[in-house]
């Protein structure tokens, strides 16, 4: 990918685009909570083109168009938001925080091995949570801690 490329991909990301990372409960993971990550780039739909050229481009994603007349094009594949990150961090600038945070989250991720590796990530997570200004969180690193003291589960 040229640098010009991925320097308009980031002032896109940067001005409609959006970095995130979620803690969700998952009855069917052996811990009961899984980290999201996602990132999304926003448009009116009339333009949805640029973003069928973003995801032809980074080959990864999905496209939504919402009766709102919005469309977003969003990676949550945790190897595939990593590549992307990765690519864009010389560039970006308003998200730079997020872009950093997020790249280290997700190579804990890829280490965790225990309970405690994985709460350490969950403070992380609202850490991310902070930088991104998020009000309406319900899933954090204490509803987790509460939870793992509360329940018999592996280590």
């Not at 949550?76 to 925080?97: D, F, M, N, T």
Request: hydrophobic share 35%; charged share 30%; net charge positive.
């Amino acid at each position: 990918m040229g640098s010009t490329t991925l320097a308009y991909i980031a002032g896109f990301l940067d001005g409609d685009g959006s970095i995130f990372f979620q803690i969700i409960k998952r009855k069917d993971y052996l811990r009961k909570f899984q980290i999201r990550c996602s990132i999304a780039f926003y448009q009116k739909t009339r333009y949805a083109e640029i973003l069928q050229w973003l995801k032809d481009y980074s080959g990864a994603g999905y496209i939504r168009h919402r009766k709102t007349g919005i469309s977003d094009y969003t990676v949550v594949e945790p190897h595939e938001v990593g590549r992307i990150l990765s690519l864009l961090l010389p560039y970006v600038r308003l998200k730079k925080k997020h872009a950093i945070l997020g790249l280290q989250i997700l190579q804990k991720l890829e280490s965790a091995k225990s309970k405690e590796d994985f709460l350490k990530i969950c403070k992380l997570v609202d850490k991310f949570g902070k930088i991104n200004y998020s009000k309406k969180r319900t899933m954090t690193y204490k509803v987790v801690k509460d939870y793992f003291k509360n329940k018999s589960l592996p280590p």
